[in-house]
């Protein structure tokens, strides 16, 4: 593994019961860098953030994360490699408030940050700090979620669909924050079905076709690969 990489995919199979999703995913991150994976809906993609936690069925292939190898270890252990995951339910706790859903989870790294830190970062949850989970809207229920894993001190970040039914202000700050957290040599993956969202913020992306990586596009390269990408997402 070079010194640079933090996550490299090898011939990544993964099922879901019977079903045959991933069909030798390969891939690689680098560390402080965002990747995006690209594709229609069904591609994968989500199956992708799934398998790299272990919360899909059988796996096979190879997932090395900073030099460990996960591809048997169970999603706790993953996260304990500091990989954070950020799903496109959220999991709010809606009973809990907006500090108590922060104050939640586990430490699985030494550079979480504090709930100051993240309130200074969210100021939208700084003022919802004593909201029921249920009160938040859309767009500060997905700013917790993110906060939250920000704070355990996971450097490997998995979002999916972040931004998806988020008004364009919030969807603006997400892409401030994502910038920012890159500054700060946060490793990330993003699906995203907006792709106005995610090309800006990408280093790289990687288009998933049928469970497998189809073409990578470095960012240099977007602007001549547009007509592809119009083809392929109808962007």
């Known amino acids: 593994m070079s010194a640079t990489e933090y996550l490299r995919v090898s011939k990544l199979h993964a099922f879901y019961g019977e079903s045959h999703i991933l069909h030798g995913m390969d891939f690689t991150v680098r ?4 990747v995006s994976l690209l594709g229609r809906n069904g591609a994968g993609r989500t199956t992708t953030l799934r398998a790299l936690m272990g919360l899909t069925g ?13 591809i048997d270890m169970a999603p706790h252990k993953i996260a304990q490699l500091g990989v954070g995951y950020c799903p496109e339910e959220r999991g709010i706790y809606s009973s809990l408030t907006t500090e108590e859903n922060l104050l939640l989870p586990p430490r699985v790294g030494s550079g979480g940050m504090s709930v100051e830190e993240l309130y200074e970062m969210f100021p939208n949850l700084a003022e919802r700090r004593h909201s029921q989970g249920t009160r938040l ?6 700013m917790l979620a993110l ?5 355990t001190g996971a450097r490997l970040l998995l979002l999916d669909e972040i931004s998806e039914g988020l008004a364009p202000v ?3 700050k997400l892409g401030e924050i994502i910038r920012e957290l890159k500054t700060r040599d946060y490793t990330i993956v993003l699906v995203e079905q ?14 998933v076709e049928h469970g497998q990586i189809a073409a990578e596009i470095a960012q240099s390269e977007l602007a001549g690969r547009m007509d592809y990408l119009q083809e392929l997402l109808g962007v």
């Open 58 to 70: 059988k796996r096979t292939g190879s997932i090395v994360i900073n030099g460990r190898e996960a």
């Open 170 to 172: 919030i969807v603006q």
């Open 147 to 151: 906060a939250r894993i920000l704070r």
């Open 194 to 207: 907006n792709f106005r969202f995610a090309a800006p913020l990408a280093d790289r992306m990687f288009v």
């Open 137 to 142: 809207s859309g767009g500060e229920q997905q």
């Open 31 to 34: 560390r402080g860098e965002c």
